[in-house]
């Protein structure tokens, strides 16, 4: 059906075997943009089940995908957005409206009632009863322990694995299905956030923003933004809840909000299916303004010059939007307005993205750094899992922060392997195979 569909509307077909295109010799590229074609002036691609045909103006993807509904229906959902990488993405609605199956306190509409933050832990402890116990992490605080700051800053970096991927692709092979299950998972997320309590949560791999977390938090005092990636890996999952992709919440009775924009990086000046929030607050108690961003760069070993490329387009797009924010473009300080770039870098240290962070002209540092003895080492891992092909532990995510401007002032310790237990990540334990980062910021004076 899928096959025919293509071969009446653009006139073209796939040979499965050779991998390529029957009048291109161009190969596909599984997990970029695959190959791209001319075909009648039209720029065609092709990722697996998702066709996508850029115009002078906009950018149209249709994705397709098969469900058991009445002998294979199929289902279309199309997002429009700019066709440059660097240009902001429309801030989408809500494709479908799920049920959460959670406490009805636990989604407040935006306006209504505050909820309490304490009574919200307590219902997710007694969902959660009977489960192991939680990993019990201890913050390290720095600075010879001078005083609290006035202001402090406290940021929670998240990779919180994507509910369709955990289930349905990514092959944890040592996890109980059941700890995979949503009814389970979105209690020990939220329990995660409230535990910590963030001023702002930087999270990827979220496909239960508009039915679970933007509700949810809405009610705790915080504000977001989702940016859905392009071409979603969850859409291939039979029964998925739409795209995943990276959102961004901040609380608004600490900061106020001046600015936002979704970004498609880009490689070569080709968009990828890899996004960015950008946002730009302003804190109430200070006035001082402070620029926040989280990403997820493109995944596995080969990618590396993407992931470099990506990082690039970043870097490049955030000197821009700095310098617009802090006033005449010729003479701006960029220095001067805080950075906290958060992300999944799927990027070990030593990989080039990684230095091009730490080389940047923005001033950047790693915080978690700070965990060493020398304050100069990353930490062993910050996801721990095994799968089909081996047991991987490394380190991959990071809170880059502006070292002339900011200050580390504590930084959330990481588990140890006894706690995590011999089948490692995600567990009835634990709901992600990735680790929360969770750090304390304060802003340097200005001199």
């Not at 402090?152 to 998240?158: A, S």
């Not at 590396?304 to 310098?323: C, F, I, N, P, T």
């Not at 006894?418 to 929360?436: A, C, K, M, V, W």
Request: net charge negative.
């Amino acid at each position: 059906m899928y096959e025919d569909f293509e071969q009446i509307v653009f006139g073209w077909r796939t040979n499965t075997n050779l991998r390529t295109y029957k009048h291109s010799s161009y190969p596909i590229y599984d997990d970029l943009f695959s190959s791209l074609i001319l075909f009648r002036g039209i720029t065609i691609t092709k990722k697996r089940n998702v066709l996508f045909s850029p115009s002078s103006h906009l950018t149209i993807f249709i994705f397709l995908s098969v469900f058991p509904m009445g002998g294979g229906a199929t289902r279309l959902y199309s997002a429009l957005t700019p066709s440059h990488s660097s240009s902001p993405l429309p801030l989408p609605t809500s494709h479908q409206t799920a049920d959460t199956k959670l406490d009805p306190s636990f989604c407040q509409e935006q306006k209504g009632p505050p909820v309490c933050p304490v009574e919200l832990l307590r219902q997710c402890e007694e969902a959660l009863r009977g489960r192991p116990p939680r990993f019990h992490r201890k913050f390290t605080h720095l600075n010879g322990g001078d005083s609290a700051p006035s202001s402090p800053i406290r940021v929670m970096q998240w990779n919180i694995l994507a509910q369709a991927l955990g289930e349905g692709l990514d092959s944890f092979v040592q996890c109980p299905p059941e700890a995979l299950s949503w009814s389970r998972r979105k209690f020990l997320i939220l329990e995660e956030i409230l535990t910590y309590r963030p001023h702002i949560l930087c999270l990827q791999e979220v496909d239960h923003y508009y039915d679970t977390f933007q509700p949810v938090l809405a009610g705790l005092g915080y504000s977001g933004n989702f940016c859905p990636k392009p071409w979603s890996p969850c859409l291939d999952v039979e029964g998925n809840n739409g795209p995943d992709g990276c959102a961004l919440f901040f609380d608004e009775s600490r900061y106020e909000f001046l600015d936002s924009v979704n970004l498609r990086l880009s490689a070569m000046r080709i968009p990828t299916n890899q996004v960015a929030v950008v946002t730009m607050l302003r804190c109430r108690s200070t006035g001082r303004c402070l620029c926040v961003v989280v990403t997820h760069l493109k995944a596995r070993s080969g990618w590396e010059w993407l992931r470099s490329a990506q990082g690039s387009d970043l870097l490049r797009h955030l000197q821009s939007l700095l310098q617009k924010h802090a006033g005449d473009p010729a003479d701006a300080q960029i220095s001067d307005i805080p950075l906290l770039i958060c992300g999944d870098f799927n990027a070990i240290p030593t990989e080039e993205v990684y230095r091009r962070f730490t080389t940047s002209p923005l001033g950047l540092d790693s915080a978690y750094k700070k965990l060493s003895e020398d304050a100069l080492t990353e930490p062993e891992y910050t996801t721990w899992k095994i799968r089909p092909t081996g047991e991987c532990c490394t380190t991959l995510d990071y809170i880059w922060y502006s070292q002339n401007t900011l200050r580390v002032d504590a930084v959330l310790d990481m588990p140890t392997e006894e706690q995590i237990g011999p089948n490692r990540l995600p567990s009835f334990s634990y709901p992600s195979d990735h680790l929360s980062l969770v750090c304390d910021f304060s802003f340097k004076e200005k001199e």
